[in-house]
């Protein structure tokens, strides 16, 4: 099961590289100086991201941890 472990450590970076980029997105967005409606819309699209890779590193752990146990 050495195949389930490398793929969930590729999940895993995937989803932390996701969460790093919607750090980028969420500072670009605080420094732009949007309007109070047009931040929270952008903010919006950050979070929807953020749970996102959020879901795809948990799925890429449990895959990994999956993958040991069975080795």
Known sequence: MDW?????AAL????VAGLV???????RAKKSGLPDAAMRAA?????VLNMA?????GIGLMCVV??????
């Open 12 to 15: 895993t970076i995937l989803g």
């Open 43 to 47: 903010l919006q699209r950050v979070v």
């Open 21 to 27: 980029w919607c750090i980028v997105l969420a500072m």
């Open 4 to 8: 389930m472990i490398w793929i969930g």
């Open 53 to 57: 890779a959020l879901a795809l590193s």
């Open 66 to 71: 999956f993958g040991v146990i069975v080795a």
